[in-house]
């Protein structure tokens, strides 16, 4: 879950099995997959059975001035709501909500699939991706390491081309960080109309991932396939609308709290 780059993306043309059908909350997968993770977002607390409040209070890297804290993570009305909020001590300074399963919930190839409403405004980044559990070795192929799968990342209306990206990245070798993927003008493509936004409705971004590769949906609509950075690793789930300092000088102050809402996630395997 890094700044958005540019990378030309990978075709990639796997034989399909069978078709997945068009999303819908109200529709059923195909007989053999089963159901594997579900969660509605029921109730008025996180379930942490499954899941984690990730790095509180963690400041690092490219984010300075922000940190993750308990005070941005809400459930209420069968919904997720992820916030960025303005630290109540500290000036120019902002608390982001970020959540995962680690520890609690993994799994290794399948289909992993959240609906989610993001923040609209620029300087912020919403998503739905995964990192490793475990790693046979910390660097190399990411068949041992694993690799990070961002689903879906949007980072705000007037962002170039849309702002709604998928990236894998995988650790070759120490201080080696190798990226694939791009924001997609295409993604545009799942929209209903000139009306539909990413922050307006609720949309649906899934991952089906193989040994063989990744092939990412909005709604249904294929947007992007690799056969890059295949993981062979189990992952966890994360959900989280982070800023980070590179793009702070483009949040609205006037808007804050903001909120990505996510009304469920769901994994299915075979």
Do not use: C
């Amino acid at each position: 879950m890094r700044p958005a780059g540019r990378r030309t993306p990978t075709a990639w043309s796997p034989p399909v099995r069978r078709a997945w059908p068009a999303w819908s909350p109200t529709r059923s997968p195909p007989d053999e997959w089963a159901l594997k993770f579900d969660e509605p977002f029921a109730g008025t607390r996180l379930d942490q059975t499954k899941w984690s409040y990730r790095n509180l209070g963690l400041r690092e890297g490219s984010r300075l001035r922000s940190q993750s804290s308990t005070r941005a993570v809400h459930v209420s009305s069968g919904a997720l709501k992820l916030e960025v909020r303005r630290h109540p001590t500290r000036a120019n300074n902002y608390l982001n909500g970020t959540i995962g399963t680690s520890g609690k919930f993994s799994y290794t190839y399948g289909y992993a699939a959240a609906r989610i409403k993001f923040a609209k405004g620029r300087g912020q980044h919403g998503a739905f991706w995964m990192q490793p559990q475990v790693q046979a070795s910390r660097y190399g192929k990411p068949a041992k390491t694993g690799a990070e799968i961002d689903v879906a990342e949007f980072f705000g209306k007037g962002y170039s081309d849309g702002g709604l990206a998928h990236f894998l990245y995988s650790y070759p070798s120490r201080n080696k960080t190798t990226k694939y993927g791009d924001v997609f003008r295409r993604a545009s493509t799942a929209l209903a109309g000139k009306s539909d936004t990413w922050w307006s409705r609720y949309h649906v971004f899934s991952v089906q991932w193989t040994p063989s590769g990744y092939v990412f949906r909005i709604d249904g609509t294929e947007t992007w396939r690799s056969s890059k950075a295949v993981s062979k690793q189990p992952e966890y789930l994360i959900l989280s609308l982070l800023t980070s300092d590179w793009e702070l000088k483009y949040l609205d102050r006037k808007t804050l709290p903001t909120s990505m809402k996510v009304d469920w996630v769901r994994v299915w395997q075979r």
